[in-house]
């Protein structure tokens, strides 16, 4: 029966999501950048208050509550934001929304895969461009093609958590033919947002998770800030009700609670600026990280067999070989005891 399936479909491998052992071999789960610690109160109770009330009801199909708690945070006009499943559903409406088939998705090399995933399903291309080797970006990155729709660009980029400069980024902006996705789903552990250039350079479009910074990565939802127009016309691509009435409820109460993301970003990077020094100790090379993870590569261990070390030993890090590039470990911040047993049965492993 496959032979009805599209081409397309037919061809393409898949977008493998990080391992998600069971709850109960309680591993230290330090492979999907998900934040260790428990998310604000205020998330639990603003659900308690829509069970109370049933789920009878379909939820608001423009999620406007939410929309307009974003325009309290950031100062952006409430039809300017777009709420998705994740911000996974995000970018797939984005892609369904500019890139038919055979048109031309743009990314850079190594980043997140799932992009190319979606081009794949669109029945489009895409194509990388690879970072340079300290992480910026080569101009080839704005060059104009006939057929490109939409870049996408993740800052802080993952598995790197390097950042592109919002100078840069802007320049990039201007040079390209077609519209730029950020990419911010960690950008609340870096210095700079871009959702400030939204306003003043149509082209910018900015995407947003709760997966990371806010500790909801079970509950699906995300954003994107762009223009009125923009998100009018996406509005018609996105399923009706794309989001249901407990995320919708327990995102717009997350994103109001500043305080809680201010004392969690504290923790997270102080956690991450040790990791990052323990691990050069031990003499990885690691890239000053911007988000709630590092890149540790090594120039003479096969850093496969620390993570099949650490795997064997209950902790699990993120294993990536990216053709061309090479291989690393990529390791979510957890708490600071999860990232001490971490660093110590590497330390185990690496001295004789
Ligand atoms: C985790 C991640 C996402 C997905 O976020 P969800 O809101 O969980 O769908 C999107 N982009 C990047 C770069 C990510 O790392």
Redesign the pocket.
Known sequence: MCRYIRPEILSMSGYVPGEQPDPQDNVVKLN??ENPYRSSEKVYDAIRLVLESGLSRYPDPLALGFREAVSRRYGVDPSMVLC?N????I?TILTRAFVGGGELLRLPYP??I?YRSLAEIQGAKSEFVYFNKDWSLPDEFYSGKADLRLVFL?NP??PSGTTIPKKRILEIAEQLPCPLVI?E??VDFAEDSCIDLVGSCERIMV?R????SYSL?GL???YLVASTELVAQMLKVKDSYNCDAISIAAATAAISDEFWLTENRKKIIATRNRLTNEMRAIGFNVPDSNANFTWNTHSNIDVRLIYEYLKSRGVLVRYMNYPLWGDGLRISVGTDDQIDQCIKLIRQYVTP
């Open positions: 999907t950048n998705g994740g911000s996974d559903d970018l980043t997140y799932l993740p980029n993952s990419d789903a960690y995407a998770s709760f997966s990371k990565a699906r939802f995300g």
